[in-house]
T-cell receptor, first 117, second 112 residues
């Protein structure tokens, strides 16, 4: 069984549209993350949730809104997509149970390649 | 420069040779982790080394940590074509707000 899964794997859309990416982990982890990887492979954290609570919000435009309905799911909704949003988005999870600590091994999903035209 | 920076940016070797990648960081850390990313895939955790450890092994992988120099190295021995991937170090800084920070990665090509 896949530990961290994301859907869709590929997403091609027009500028100005709204889209969502879903993430689920079946590892029983308390903490989940969203990362953005640009064309130069630089991986930047966007959000972190611990037990459905937002912990990290790294100066991401408010067009990006994460939602965690339960601790196994962390979805990412993006409004008014822009060309610069094109990237690969990775979901990850870790066992970190302490609210302000996220230093454990992270398990990554396969990524969602978003292309904004 | 940023926390967790790998060196070199790209490395090309022949199958069977050893590959060494280095990571430097700036602040004190709880631990340092190495990840591998195959093309088109997510990152896969390789090794976690804690700040009180100096060396760790896992199969053909050897990681060292020198906290006085704020640096770590990843050695892959007897490389294989399947080791071709990007390798990232991730540091978990000791701050009041702990989070893992990834470096820009080293792209390793192993030529058969």
């Amino acid at each position: 069984d896949t530990a961290v899964s994301q859907t869709p794997k590929y997403l091609v859309t027009q500028m100005g549209n709204d889209k969502s990416i879903k993430c689920e982990q079946n590892l029983g982890h308390d903490t989940m993350y969203w990362y953005k990887q640009d064309s130069k492979k630089f991986l930047k954290i966007m959000f972190s949730y611990n037990n459905k609570e937002l912990i990290i919000n790294e100066t991401v435009p408010n067009r990006f809104s994460p939602k965690s309905p339960d601790k196994a799911h962390l979805n990412l909704h993006i409004n008014s997509l822009e060309l610069g949003d094109s990237a690969v988005y990775f979901c990850a999870s870790s066992q970190d149970s302490a609210r302000w600590t996220s230093t454990d091994t992270q398990y990554f999903g396969p990524g969602t390649r978003l292309t904004v035209l | 420069s940023q926390q967790g920076e790998e060196d070199p940016q790209a490395l090309s070797i022949q199958e069977g040779e050893n590959a060494t990648m280095n990571c430097s960081y700036k602040t004190s850390i709880n631990n340092l982790q190495w990840y591998r990313q195959n093309s088109g895939r997510g990152l896969v955790h390789l090794i976690l080394i804690r700040s009180n450890e100096r060396e760790k092994h896992s199969g053909r992988l050897r990681v060292t940590l020198d906290t006085s120099k704020k640096s770590s190295s990843l050695l892959i021995t007897a490389s294989r074509a399947a080791d071709t991937a990007s390798y990232f170090c991730a540091t978990a800084p000791k701050t009041s707000y702990d989070k893992v920070i990834f470096g820009p990665g080293t792209s390793l090509s192993v030529i058969p």
